[in-house]
């Protein structure tokens, strides 16, 4: 069974330039997660997915990152205008239905640079 | 509100050496606990978890014990391998309607043959 995959691995823009990174969950998780890591610090959490539905976007650090998963499945994020503290790697996860297994698989990552 | 401390790294070992990374937290609640790695080039993986306390959660040799009396969930691993080398994360999930992941800052890892 393929996991979670990522697109595209590494992404260098310059400041103010668009940036949409997609996500593929593991077939039939309702659950998507988007984190991301900047700078070496610790994985921060930035939104919450149930199917196609945000459950939770507390982590969404302003109105410049735009999330969609249209259909319940694939997921986007788009960055929009990019600026240099949004450099970091942005992790992909996704987990079953709540109350069976609910371990979070996560991606390999995508690195973002912001120039 | 909930957070994770890890150990700073890097942490610098010999093959066959014993190795502790300390992890302590702060959550309201019954948080479960997990332990993440990530190999060069590889995405995170779940190593070991354990949802209540005194469980121990054990995967590949490492071990974990939730301690809640000292709020610690500290990895261990009798005898590393270069294999070994990698970031190890410290994580909690408080529960609630998100189930949300809250990471500590990752603890490098390099094992020396």
């Known amino acids: 069974e393929a996991g979670v995959t990522q697109f595209p691995s590494h992404s260098v823009i310059e400041k103010g330039q668009t940036v949409t990174l997609r996500c593929d969950p593991i077939?039939?998780?309702?659950?998507l997660y988007w984190y991301r890591r900047v700078m070496g610090k610790e994985i921060k959490f930035l939104l919450h997915?149930?199917?196609?539905?945000?459950?939770?976007e507390s982590g969404m650090p302003n109105n410049r990152f735009l999330a969609e998963r249209t259909g319940g499945t694939y997921s986007t994020l788009k960055v929009q205008p990019a600026e240099l503290e949004d450099s970091g790697v942005y992790f992909c996860?996704?987990?079953?239905?709540?109350?069976?297994?609910?371990?979070?698989?996560f991606g390999p990552g995508t690195r973002l640079t912001v120039l | 509100g909930n957070s994770v401390t890890q150990m700073e790294g890097p942490v610098t070992l010999s093959e066959e050496a014993f190795l502790t990374i300390n992890c302590t937290y702060t959550a309201t609640g019954y948080p479960s606990l997990f332990w993440y790695v990530q190999y060069p080039g590889e995405g995170l993986q779940l190593l070991l978890k354990?949802?209540?306390?005194?469980d121990k959660g054990s995967n590949k040799g490492f071990e974990a014990t939730y301690r809640k009396e000292t709020t610690s969930f500290h990895l261990e691993k009798g005898s590393v391998q270069v294999s070994d080398s990698a970031v190890y994360f410290c994580?909690?999930?408080?529960?609630?309607?998100?189930?949300?992941?809250?990471f500590g800052t990752g603890t490098l890892l390099a094992v020396q043959p």
């Open positions: 996860a996704s987990s079953p239905f709540m109350g069976g297994d609910d371990t979070q698989y």
């Open positions: 354990a949802t209540k306390a005194d």
């Open positions: 077939s039939g998780h309702d659950n």
């Open positions: 994580a909690l999930r408080g529960g609630g309607a998100t189930n949300k992941l809250i």
């Open positions: 997915f149930v199917k196609e539905s945000k459950q939770d």
